[in-house]
């Protein structure tokens, strides 16, 4: 029997009491305005726009799964990112996937929460920036004018400290994560070695996020990914996308149990 995780929304509704205008320093015109509501492009996918599969630059589609030219795997990152079956992309197998986000409703994590369908909300105050997520739904902190912790215990999400850069960008710092989560959706693996820098940049309308991964327990040097968001106007929390067991095994019932009479069911 499948262990089933409970999710709990209570700290998301807290910091949701925030307003979408953000509270940034005032009168610091070093800070950019990310105020808002921001969701995935879904266009433009060769030039980091786009949900897609993958973080490779290369191959954000996912059809050179375990040979892209731009992440540098150590044998142990190919072998674990190869023996994983992704839910979607070109080698997708929904019915016997061992992806951790649907069998136990863990959290998407770093980089692979710009692959949903979702949208994203910056709360800017002056001690941190509050990152709401409608996927899970989840939210992180990110820590202003603040150092990582000696020894952080491993977590989800890390812990986060940033600060300002050339007014138009915030940058983000994490470390502490632990092992569990996927980089993007084919199962890029990472340990609790990470150290994953994040890059938001307001252009316009668009924010362009740029992502380097630093993991020297699975890959031989850092390599990096890029993902567009755009200004959405439909609302934040319009959809509830909370991570449900239940709705999982529905899915499965509905659409791959009678194809697939053999396989290993999330129940």
């Known amino acids: 029997m499948r262990k089933r995780v409970a999710v709990s929304v209570v700290g998301v509704m807290a910091?949701?009491?925030?307003?979408?205008?953000?509270?940034?320093?005032?009168?610091?015109?070093?800070?950019?305005?990310?105020?808002?509501?921001?969701?995935?492009?879904?266009?433009?996918?060769?030039?980091?726009?786009?949900?897609?599969?993958?973080?490779?630059?290369?191959d954000p589609g996912g059809f050179l799964r375990g040979m892209e030219p731009d992440i540098p795997y150590l044998p142990k990152a190919r072998a674990k990112?190869?023996?994983?079956?992704?839910?979607?992309?070109?080698?997708?197998?929904?019915?016997?996937?061992?992806d951790p986000n649907i069998h136990f409703c863990e959290p998407l994590g770093l980089g692979r929460v710009y692959m949903a369908p979702a949208k994203t909300r910056f709360v800017q105050t002056p001690e941190a920036v509050y990152i709401l997520h409608e996927m899970g739904p989840?939210?992180?902190?990110?820590?202003?004018?603040?150092?990582?912790?000696?020894?952080?215990?491993?977590?989800?999400?890390?812990?986060?400290?940033?600060?300002?850069?050339?007014g138009d960008t915030l940058v983000v710092d994490t470390v502490g994560v632990n092992d569990r989560s996927w980089l993007d959706q084919l199962g890029h693996p990472h340990g609790e070695q990470l150290h994953f820098v994040e890059r938001y940049m307001r252009v316009g309308n668009t924010i362009q996020v740029s992502f380097i991964v630093d993991d020297p327990?699975?890959?031989?040097?850092?390599?990096?990914?890029?993902?567009?968001?755009?200004?959405?106007?439909?609302?934040f929390m319009r959809f509830m996308?909370?991570?449900?067991?239940r709705d999982?095994?529905?899915?499965?019932?509905?659409?791959?149990?009678?194809?697939?009479?053999?396989?290993?069911?999330f129940k």
């Open 15 to 58: 910091v949701i009491v925030f307003s979408a205008a953000p509270s940034a320093q005032t009168g610091a015109s070093a800070v950019p305005d990310l105020s808002g509501d921001w969701a995935m492009t879904l266009t433009n996918i060769q030039h980091g726009g786009g949900i897609g599969q993958s973080l490779s630059g290369a």
């Open 81 to 98: 990112m190869l023996s994983e079956t992704p839910p979607t992309g070109p080698d997708s197998k929904y019915e016997t996937t061992t």
């Open 138 to 166: 989840t939210f992180r902190i990110v820590w202003l004018n603040a150092k990582h912790p000696d020894d952080p215990d491993p977590q989800y999400w890390g812990h986060s400290i940033g600060h300002y850069e050339n």
């Open 217 to 235: 327990e699975y890959y031989a040097a850092p390599w990096a990914g890029h993902r567009v968001l755009e200004k959405s106007s439909t609302g």
């Open 241 to 245: 996308w909370v991570c449900s067991v």
């Open 248 to 265: 999982n095994d529905h899915h499965y019932d509905a659409t791959s149990k009678d194809a697939n009479p053999g396989a290993t069911t």
